[in-house]
């Protein structure tokens, strides 16, 4: 049975938008702001999808859910690079989006915000493969 991404989809449509028209608006412009917090916030937002998905897309090598459910973010991803449904490339990057959001989580300013916003054309390009992955019938 295939895992229903529509809603982590949706999210990295969003961020693709804010992501667009922040890089259209003048850093000086009030906009910028606004398009820069919805694209940090968005980008927040499929991290914690993207684990939570992953993790009902690991649960068939696992013994039991309880396994799955315990896994740690890096975890989730590890195990997901070592069942072939990410490459290690794709894990590493996760892994850096993660240090990513617990920095503009934790420790407030411009210049996290502006170092996310540096990852993020790859990282909605990893997002978009890993919902197709995560949305693919396990049969497949």
Same mark, same amino acid.
């Given at each position: 049975?295939?895992?229903?991404? !529509?809603? &982590?989809?949706?999210?990295?449509?969003?961020?693709? =938008? /804010?992501?667009?028209? $922040?890089?259209?608006? @003048?850093?000086?412009?009030?906009?910028?702001?606004?398009?820069?917090?919805?694209?940090?916030?968005?980008?927040?937002?499929?991290?914690?999808?993207?684990?939570?998905?992953?993790?009902?897309?690991?649960?068939?090598?696992?013994?039991?859910?309880?396994?799955? !459910?315990? &896994?740690?973010?890096?975890?989730?991803?590890?195990? =997901? /690079?070592?069942?072939? $449904?990410?490459?290690? @490339?794709?894990?590493?990057?996760?892994?850096?989006?993660?240090?990513?959001?617990?920095?503009?989580?934790?420790?407030?300013?411009?210049?996290?915000?502006?170092?996310?916003?540096?990852?993020?054309?790859?990282?909605?390009?990893?997002?978009?493969?890993?919902?197709?992955?995560?949305?693919?019938?396990?049969?497949?």
């Amino acid at each position: 049975m295939a895992i229903n991404t !529509d809603f &982590l989809v949706r999210c990295v449509n969003t961020l693709e =938008a /804010a992501f667009e028209h $922040l890089q259209a608006a @003048a850093p000086s412009d009030s906009v910028y702001e606004i398009y820069r917090a919805a694209s940090v916030k968005e980008f927040e937002l499929i991290l914690e999808q993207s684990g939570s998905l992953l993790r009902k897309r690991l649960r068939p090598y696992f013994a039991s859910n309880r396994q799955v !459910d315990r &896994l740690t973010f890096r975890n989730t991803f590890r195990y =997901a /690079a070592r069942h072939g $449904l990410i490459t290690v @490339a794709a894990c590493e990057r996760w892994f850096a989006y993660r240090d990513a959001r617990n920095d503009t989580a934790h420790r407030y300013g411009e210049e996290y915000a502006e170092a996310t916003l540096e990852l993020l054309p790859q990282f909605i390009a990893d997002a978009r493969e890993l919902a197709r992955v995560i949305g693919e019938d396990e049969d497949d």
